[in-house]
T-cell receptor
Framework: GENVEQHPSTLSVQEGDSAVIKCTYSDSASNYFPWYKQELGKGPQLIIDIRSNVGEKKDQRIAVTLNKTAKHFSLHITETQPEDSAVYFCAASINTGNQFYFGTGTSLTVIP | DVKVTQSSRYLVKRTGEKVFLECVQDMDHENMFWYRQDPGLGLRLIYFSYDVKMKEKGDIPEGYSVSREKKERFSLILESASTNQTSMYLC?????????????FGPGTRLTVL
């Protein structure tokens, strides 16, 4: 089955700096890659996703890049704010199954 | 807005008890999922369902069963709770019968088994 690895497990940045979280996947058939943000006491919420026919996607301060050849994808948060502090999960999915394989999460702390 | 609700936010049970975790979604989604979340392990899939009365095992189904009698409701059952089932349980749903679509999560149930 698919194996998704996520790094780093913890990340601290100063407010206003950028944060980058990286994930790798093993199954070249995976073609959907969502990113979730989980705030304390809440369930994960989708923040951005990318499909394998696209190399990059942006939504305001958040961007995701995908390198299919290398089988890795990354989340970029620019101009970080304290409310960006949360746990972030990446995931990979093969279209036909709809089963998501999640990374182990990154705890991001934005220091005011 | 998609809404996924879970019956309890916190639950404390004793070893050997039968435990029911309920999940309801209000968007007519075909797919529903149960995950458990543990520190350092991320989200691991227990069971999922593509349709009413249909279920498939995920990566860690041992010690669990599920029930989907109605499209909007997906129940996770711990037949005889054990301390190693202490965890955060997350329910999710997604709109397609097939294909990779966004999963929407509930707030989670933190289960403690004593």
């Amino acid at each position: 089955g698919e194996n998704v690895e996520q790094h780093p497990s913890t990340l601290s940045v100063q407010e206003g700096d950028s944060a980058v979280i990286k994930c790798t996947y093993s199954d070249s058939a995976s073609n959907y890659f969502p990113w979730y943000k989980q705030e304390l006491g809440k369930g994960p919420q989708l923040i951005i996703d990318i499909r394998s026919n696209v190399g990059e996607k942006k939504d305001q301060r958040i961007a995701v890049t995908l390198n299919k050849t290398a089988k890795h994808f990354s989340l970029h948060i620019t101009e970080t704010q304290p409310e960006d502090s949360a746990v972030y999960f990446c995931a990979a999915s093969i279209n036909t199954g709809n089963q998501f394989y999640f990374g182990t999460g990154t705890s991001l702390t934005v220091i005011p | 807005d998609v809404k996924v609700t879970q019956s309890s936010r916190y639950l404390v049970k004793r070893t050997g008890e039968k435990v029911f975790l309920e999940c309801v979604q209000d968007m007519d989604h075909e797919n529903m999922f149960w995950y458990r979340q543990d520190p350092g392990l991320g989200l691991r899939l227990i069971y999922f369902s593509y349709d009413v009365k249909m279920k498939e095992k995920g990566d860690i189904p041992e010690g669990y069963s599920v029930s989907r009698e109605k499209k909007e409701r997906f129940s996770l059952i711990l037949e005889s709770a054990s301390t190693n089932q202490t965890s955060m349980y997350l329910c999710a749903s997604s709109p397609s019968g097939r294909g990779a679509d966004t999963q929407y999560f509930g707030p989670g149930t933190r289960l403690t088994v004593l």
